[in-house]
T-cell receptor
């Protein structure tokens, strides 16, 4: 069974802290993604990675960085957390099968920055 | 980049009625058209998808139709049930990379 896990379901951090959100997939997928989800704005892509140590900016990368040292793990880093980064963060992974780009999502991390 | 619009943003139906959600996209290179369902407290999950060489696909009570010329595709749910209540996202993609661009979502409420 496909599984994407995220390190925390809920996280509360203070403004200025460095925050790490971890995502692990057990499906040997090449591609991994970080999204943030806000009411009325849907899912917005922050960064994605199509191979180990390869990364590309998504639509809203400002204030974020990522790390992918191993195929199964993709980390999102908030270098200096700000209140406008309070959001739900979703990680996903995918593998091109020749007919589908299906993405498998984790349960999400609700981050509050105070 | 891809510009995706999804309508309506909210939809309320009576149990047993049909529901239709429409997604419009801009990138003519898109060739993969999925619909995801997100239940409360969970991540989105794929419920149906279609490739650009197919006009319609059905899976029990759900179907997706594609009009590639007009650049839109729709999710159809028949005989709706309370457990269909969720947020639905379209996410066209498959052009030059593995990205999907998601719409803003539709909150579907099925009233018993």
């Amino acid at each position: 069974d496909v599984k994407v896990t995220q390190s925390s379901r809920y996280l509360v951090k203070r403004t200025g802290e460095k925050v790490f959100l971890e995502c692990v997939q057990d499906m040997d997928h090449e591609n991994m993604f970080w999204y943030r989800q806000d009411p009325g704005l849907g899912l917005r892509l922050i960064y994605f990675s199509y191979d180990v140590k390869m990364k590309e900016k998504g639509d809203i990368p400002e204030g974020y960085s990522v790390s992918r040292e191993k195929k199964e793990r993709f980390s999102l880093i908030l270098e200096s957390a700000s209140t406008n980064q309070t959001s739900m963060y979703l990680c996903a992974s995918s593998l091109w099968t020749g007919s589908s780009y299906e993405q498998y999502f984790g349960p999400g991390t609700r981050l509050t920055v105070t | 980049g891809e510009n995706v619009e999804q309508h309506p943003s909210t939809l309320s139906v009576q149990e047993g009625d049909s529901a239709v959600i429409k997604c419009t996209y801009s990138d003519s290179a898109s060739n993969y058209f999925p619909w995801y369902k997100q239940e409360l407290g969970k991540g989105p999950q794929l419920i149906i998808d279609i490739r650009s060489n197919v006009g319609e696909k059905k899976d029990q009570r759900i179907a997706v139709t594609l009009n590639k010329t007009a650049k839109h595709f729709s999710l159809h749910i028949t005989e709706t049930q309370p457990e269909d209540s969720a947020v639905y996202f379209c996410g066209p993609g498959g052009g030059s990379n593995y990205k999907l661009t998601f719409g803003k979502g539709t909150l579907l409420t099925v009233n018993p």
